[in-house]
């Protein structure tokens, strides 16, 4: 099996959603040189429905696992039985909200996909939004849980953790800020994956929120980095024409297309995707689009809330 019938292979079984043969060729077709696209696609994590379907059950098991825990210290093995367990899952619940992580209703992102996930889990009253905190508050909830995809320099997520809220007598407090002014109010973050610089960036901004994650990825992906595994096979000559080819084709893209430009700031040349869309960190080569470059996998779409 060659490779591009590893990549169509993928495709028949919907491992690789929202895409066909025809995109691969075509977007292979946008290289002079056939075999810097190949070592591109061999590298990509694909993140299909149904393993965001998993993982969002294993987030929600996650928290399951802290409330039994936390019952089982207190009142130890002997004393907890599932009845004891399911009551307290359900006062968990009680006091609980799920919001998309993002600063405005009306905008488009990913974190509206995601939070269709958690729906399918937990139901519609145990979500919220952002703009809603404070009256959830004053209801009695203590517990929010930002949800999105995937954060990778942490920018965006310190975006909607910034935003002030007025609580009680007009005070405003930055949301990630809460637990800190509020120790009784819980503040956290559930994503399904998480880049290394976007969780250091995050614990060091928002120290009180706790940060959930399915899969941790690491400089390691980087397709420019040295530590990335697919250079281990390359000479030192092969691996700089890699990277000074794909540095000259993202200029390019960039002079094409001048909205590229803005997403330069949080490029972290990583192949992750998800079914729903690139996230702005993945490598600008496989989402792009313009009048000379084929689009592989389409993008979270620029100049909207994205994944950052």
């Known amino acids: 099996m060659n490779r591009l019938e590893k990549y169509n292979r993928y495709i028949e079984l919907n491992w690789w959603e929202n895409i066909n043969k025809r995109d691969i060729l075509n977007w292979v077709r946008n290289f002079q040189n056939s075999k810097v696209a190949y070592d591109i696609l061999d590298q990509i994590i694909f993140y299909n429905s149904g393993q965001l379907e998993k993982y969002t059950e ?129 503040v956290k973050v559930g994503l399904y994956v998480i880049h290394e610089k976007g969780y250091n960036y995050l614990r060091k901004r928002f120290p009180k929120v706790e940060i959930m994650f399915v899969d941790y990825i690491t400089e390691d992906m980087n397709l420019s980095s040295e530590q990335n595994e697919m250079f281990r096979d390359k000479s030192t000559e092969e691996a700089n024409e890699f990277k000074q080819e794909i540095e000259k084709i993202k200029a390019q893209i960039r002079q094409d297309k001048e909205d590229y430009k803005k997403l330069l700031v949080y490029d972290l040349n990583i192949p992750i995707i998800f079914e729903h869309g690139c996230p702005n960190n993945t490598m600008l080569l496989i989402f792009a ?5 084929q689009q592989l996998f389409k993008s979270g779409g620029v100049g909207n809330e994205n994944t950052v």
């Open 58 to 186: 294993c987030l929600l098991n996650e928290l399951k696992a802290d409330v039994y825990l936390e019952n089982v210290k207190k009142c130890g093995l002997g004393q907890v039985d599932d009845s004891i367990l399911k009551n307290r899952w359900k006062e968990y619940c009680a006091r609980t909200k799920i919001l998309p992580a993002k600063c405005e209703k009306e905008v488009v992102s990913s974190a509206d996909t995601v939070i269709g996930k958690w729906r399918e889990v937990v139901g519609e009253e145990r979500l919220s939004e952002v703009v809603n905190i404070a009256t959830n508050i004053s209801e009695g909830i203590h517990r929010f849980i930002l949800v999105d995809d995937f954060s990778g320099t942490g920018k965006q997520m310190e975006k909607v953790l910034s935003r002030k809220i007025k609580i009680e007598t007009g005070k405003e407090v930055a949301i990630g800020k809460i637990p800190e002014v509020y120790p009784e109010i819980e």
């Open 289 to 293: 689009k313009t009048e000379k470059w």
